[in-house]
């Protein structure tokens, strides 16, 4: 549903990716994953319109996201990212209903059936109880899970995340992507997220692109392309994978003076 | 006050202006007999005074609440895209080369020119060969304008007479004296037009807090959006401006208090900050023509003096955030 068509992209004369391609079907849970600088972040930002390429294209169902208009792309597609700057003591209730703002006529006021979604999207996302709370005074993972909830209120086919679990402990970690993962399964959202953690990426991915220095490196599922080959090639550190012995994953194992020569 | 209806709301700012208003229509260095209270010619520059109050306290308040939520700054206000020293550097202008003394409109019209044309050039230093502005390069090409301009400002001062040197001073502090009707008119409209329309479009500002690009993911339309809104609290401000000089702080701490007292949710806040301002002005003003009468005190000062320490009270109370 989701086909990257030999995307180049940069900032001014800043190159950061170069020719890459990628078919996402329906359903997938995809993982983006390569050293610092790699160019995920942009990648995902030239999917969600926001940074034009210099060249190619990105087709949703077939049509060019350049052409979709962006009320009509929020519909489909929904962003979490870290960039958003959360200021203003808005309500969690009140951050869940912006999620709406593509569906909003003129006047700006939601009606009954957009109050509706944006409590079932805080159902799921497991934050009914802190809808009177303060955005700026809930914690990092209740946070998380109210920005989620606002990208579920957009009723998106495709969700993005940049790092959706940077700054959170291992709790919250597992809590934000087992919600994520629940929402993929159920109502087979695609999910594509950027991951800093190879052992999160290959818990939770379907497929794992890993991007190189603004290209693609190797696209697989985790078994095919987590190995500790690819990770001294692209990120230059020497790690062990082994089997998870639960779920049959790749796991990497590091270990403190591996990378010495002596 | 953060559930309550928007219409509670805007019917106790309104009591509270209608009754803000009646206390300022009596207060004055004249005292006026009952039986002469619609056909003294002193009523009449005071409604004037007052409906210029209203207008300029609600287009500043607007203008500030806008430059807040485009520049996510807590300390935006109308004046800080260099406006103020665009108008001032007019006004002095007008005043030093003596065009102000050919009409009463000669110093509101070179204020108002002098702060459109430094919004335009700020707004063109600022823009990338792209079309986009990005509103950090905009704050501070408005700060470095402003600080170039003040300097022009300073040596026109530095080398004006004494009579010129009071005028300049007193434009300079603000003052709602008016003695034109039409520009009253004129200005209010325009006051009115703008603030109108940031009404409609205020669920807008909500989105734009949240960032640019966290905007444009939920079908914002970040760049037309933001111009609008520039233009829009651009013209009220130097509007405001140039009818009645440089009012200072009002457009500051009004949209702060207004957030406190009601929250962030601009489809409110618009005009809950404008009713409040226009409160804030008439109160302000009545206080600046009475305390120390028949000499009247700038009205920017009795705005700085009273709404510096009341804000700074409202900070204190509200622990670990800048933003109220």
């Known amino acids: ?262 | 006050m953060q559930n309550a209806k928007p219409w509670i709301i805007y019917s106790f700012l309104l009591a509270v202006l209608a009754g803000a208003c009646f206390l300022s229509l009596f207060a004055g260095a004249v005292r006026i007999p009952a039986d002469e209270m619609f056909t003294s010619g002193i009523i009449r520059l005071r409604v004037a005074r007052i409906i210029l109050a209203i207008v300029v306290g609600a287009g500043l308040s607007v203008s500030g609440a806008v430059f807040q939520a485009l520049l996510r700054n807590p300390l935006a206000e109308p004046y800080i895209l260099g406006v103020s020293s665009g108008a001032g550097l007019g006004a002095a202008s007008a005043i030093v080369l003596g065009v102000g003394a050919l009409s009463i409109w000669s110093v509101p019209a070179m204020a108002f020119c002098g702060s459109v044309i430094t919004i335009l050039i700020v707004y063109r230093l600022a823009r990338e060969p792209n079309g986009v502005v990005p509103v950090y390069t905009l704050l501070l090409a408005g700060v470095i304008v402003n600080a170039a301009l003040s300097s022009v400002l300073m040596f026109i001062v530095s080398s004006s007479s004494s009579d010129e040197l009071h005028n300049v001073i007193w434009w300079l502090l603000g003052n709602l004296q008016i003695f034109d009707w039409q520009l009253l008119q004129l200005v209010s409209v325009v006051i009115l037009l703008c603030l109108s329309a940031v009404i409609l479009m205020s669920h807008k500002l909500n989105i734009i807090t949240l960032g640019e690009e966290p905007a444009g993911h939920l079908g914002l339309n970040v760049e037309a959006t933001k111009k609008i809104f520039f233009l829009l609290a651009s013209l009220m401000t130097a509007s405001a401006v140039a009818a009645c000089g440089l009012i200072g702080f009002v457009g500051l701490i009004i949209p702060h208090c207004v957030r406190l007292a009601i929250g962030p949710d601009h489809r409110r806040l618009v005009l809950a900050s404008a009713l409040s301002g226009a409160v804030f002005l008439v109160l302000a003003d009545s206080f600046a023509r009475t305390i120390i009468a028949p000499t009247e005190i700038p009205i920017g000062v009795v705005t700085t003096f009273i709404g510096g320490p009341f804000f700074l009270f409202l900070l204190k109370r509200k622990k670990n955030t800048y933003w109220c």
Do not use: W
């Not at chain 1, 949703?60 to 979709?68: C, F, H, N, S, T």
């Not at chain 1, 960039?83 to 709406?100: A, C, D, K, Y």
């Not at chain 1, 087992?178 to 991951?195: G, H, Q, S």
């Open chain 1, 1 to 262: 549903m989701l086909s990257i068509k030999n995307i180049s992209a940069g900032y001014d004369k800043k190159v950061v990716l170069s020719d890459v391609n990628m078919d996402i079907d329906k359903g997938d849970f995809v993982g983006l994953i390569g050293p610092n600088g790699s160019g995920k972040t942009t990648l995902l930002r030239v999917i969600s319109k926001v940074l034009a390429p210099y060249k190619g294209h990105v087709l949703l169902d077939g049509e060019d996201v350049a052409k979709i208009a962006r009320n009509k792309l929020a519909r489909t597609m929904a962003f979490l990212t870290q960039e958003i700057s959360l200021n203003l003591p808005f309500t969690v209730r009140q951050m869940t209903l912006m999620g709406r703002f593509p569906y909003l006529s003129q006047s700006g006021k939601e009606s009954d059936i957009d109050i509706a979604i944006a409590a079932d999207a805080m159902e799921l996302a497991d934050v009914s109880h802190l809808g009177e709370r303060f955005i700026t005074e809930v914690s990092g993972g209740e946070r998380q899970r109210a920005l989620i909830a606002m990208c579920l209120a957009q009723q998106p086919e495709i969700l993005l995340l940049d790092e959706p679990t940077n700054h959170l402990d291992v709790g919250h970690q597992l809590a934000v992507l087992d919600l994520i993962r629940k929402l993929n399964r159920r109502t087979n959202m695609t999910v594509v997220a950027v991951f800093h953690d190879l052992n999160l990426a290959s818990e939770y991915c379907d497929k794992v692109m890993v991007l190189d220095d603004g290209k693609v490196a190797t696209f697989g599922t985790p078994q095919e392309v987590l190995t500790s080959e690819m990770i001294l090639k692209v990120y230059r550190a020497k790690v062990l994978t082994q089997i998870n012995p639960i779920s049959q994953k790749p796991h990497i194992v590091i270990a403190a003076d591996m990378n010495r020569s002596d």
